[in-house]
Every structure is written in C-alpha cells, then in structure tokens.
C-alpha cells in the first residue's frame, strides 16, 4: 500500500534541529500510525463503517512486512470488529511500523543516520531530516490551509488530521500565542471540512485510544508510587 502519508507524518515529528522525533511524538504516534493507515485503506476503498463496524475489503498481501502482520490479523479475524478494536489492537505493532518507516526513509534519502556523543563521551544514534527546505515548504503550505480557510483535498485533511492527533502544532511556530491560534483553527477546520464518515470516525477513535492510554498510565503511575 501507499505509505507516502505516513511516511510524511514521520519526517514532520522529527525535530529539525536535534534530530530524532520531538518531544511526546512518539507517544501519540503509536495511534496516529495506525490511523494514518485506516485513513490508506479507506482513501483506496479497501475499509468502510457500516453498521459501526469496520469492513475491510481486498486486503491483498503488502510488501512491507510490518503492514502485512497487521493485515494478516485483520484477514484471520472471524468476526467484523469495531474500528475502535482495531486501533488498539494494531497499535502493539505501531512501533515496529514505525522503525520500518524510518529505516525506509533512510535508504531513500530522506532520513539520515548520525552518530552523537552525549556528555562529549557516550556515542548514540539519531535521525536527521536530510532535505529541511521541502519539510519547511511542506510545513508552511499546510500552515496556509488552515489560516486562509482554503478547499482541503483528501490528502492535506488526512495529514492534517494526523497533525492534530499528534498535537505537532510546534512545526508550524515556535510562539506559544500563535501554535493556540493555529490549534484552534485546524480543530476549527476539521470540524467544518465535508470529511468522510471513515475519516472523522477514525479521528475520534484514535483520540479515545490516546485518551485511554493516558488515563491507564496515571493508573499505574499512582498505584507504584502509593
């Protein structure tokens, strides 16, 4: 399948400067991942909702082996299962998804690995995005979506959907006033924009996955402390 979206998701939670993803972006990316390829799915006609259950239709064998995984549960469940059960269940393998796109981002070009010392004495590994100027270019034009109130195409509302999943609003400026403005706006405009049933359906619920996520981390997090 196409991963050009979300492999555009993984080059905007990158941090331009420092390398390596931004700071909380790999939390919500576990969820975003795997609502960036509902969106895929859906977008190609392979996945619908009827009757609040997820359809998936024509889910042929992926060359990507993590992707593939993941569609060979779907394939094997013997009943039809609410989207909601499908974004929590796919997003154990969310991490694996991950490292295969960057891996892939690497070989193509777009990502670099660099050695660092951390102290002037440890070595680490980070990623870096090579060509800063078409992320830049990228970043800008999406900026320009959501404050002049332009036609959304499929493909813009989709990333900028994943966008707000993730609460990357610091891509598009460094002041605090202005990413609450830009917030606003883009909730403003994926609340207004004639999206899909799938689309929006798939927003909710991987906002409910995250907000679950967070509630059992507190959970745990309070019971080791007391």
């Known amino acids: ?58 889910l042929t064998t992926d060359q990507n082996p993590v992707i593939e995984v993941m569609f060979e549960k779907i394939r094997t469940s013997k009943k039809q299962k609410p989207l909601k059960y499908w974004i929590g269940k796919l997003s154990h393998k969310s991490r694996k998804l991950r490292l295969n796109l960057v891996d892939k981002l690497i070989s193509s070009g777009k990502l670099e690995l660099r050695t660092k ?49 993730c ?19 883009l909730e403003e405009t994926l609340k207004n924009s004639p999206i899909s049933e799938s689309v929006n359906k798939t927003i909710k619920e991987v906002q409910t996955a995250i907000m679950v996520s967070v509630i059992a981390s507190s959970v745990v997090t309070s019971s080791s402390s007391s």
Request: charged share 25%.
């Open 1 to 58: 399948m196409n991963t050009k979206l979300l492999e555009e998701l993984i080059i905007l939670a990158h941090n331009p400067e420092k390398g390596g993803f931004q700071s909380n972006s790999t939390f919500y990316l576990t969820y975003a991942l795997v609502g960036g390829l509902m969106f895929q799915l859906s977008s190609e006609g392979k996945m619908k909702l009827e009757n609040n259950k997820a359809i998936f239709t024509d």
């Open 117 to 165: 010392k951390f102290l002037g004495i440890i070595p680490f590994k980070r990623t870096f995005v090579v060509d800063l100027t078409s992320r830049n270019n990228l970043i800008q034009r999406l900026k320009n979506l959501i404050l002049m109130d332009k036609l959304l195409e499929e493909e813009d509302l989709t990333l900028l959907s994943l966008i707000h999943i």
């Open 167 to 185: 609460k990357l609003y610091k891509i598009f400026s460094n002041d605090k006033s202005e990413r609450k403005k830009i917030a606003k706006k």
